[in-house]
């Protein structure tokens, strides 16, 4: 029994190293905040393009993973519906909040269809995150 609960102890130490590197390095970047939400913007859409529904979740904010679980964001989520995304235009109005313009492509009816999409941003516990509305 002591190895087990030594075993799970090493992986939660592990887990909680690599967590604390990622945030650590998040603020360390000294890029402009736009800059950073385009790119976890573009890697969030990324993730989903690929289908990978777990990849797109881990974007979303704490406060967005509190009320949607895993299970409840794949029900919402139908991989290859999206063709293509291209995050464009970022405006952050605060040091905490950006809006985030991107252009998404799907198919309708035999036809490839290009529409702008709205996101919200925060920043939480030192990174950038998608508000799911």
Known sequence: MFRI???RWSQLAVLGVGAALVASCTL???RPPEEIVR???QQRWDALLKGDIQGGYAFLSPGSRAVMTLDGYRTTIRPGFWKAAKV???KCGSAESCEVQAEIEYVV???RVKTPLGETWIRQQGNWWYVLK
């Open 28 to 30: 360390l970047d000294s």
């Open 109 to 111: 009816r035999g036809s």
């Open 88 to 90: 464009g235009d970022v």
């Open 5 to 7: 609960f030594s075993w």
């Open 39 to 41: 790119d976890r913007a």
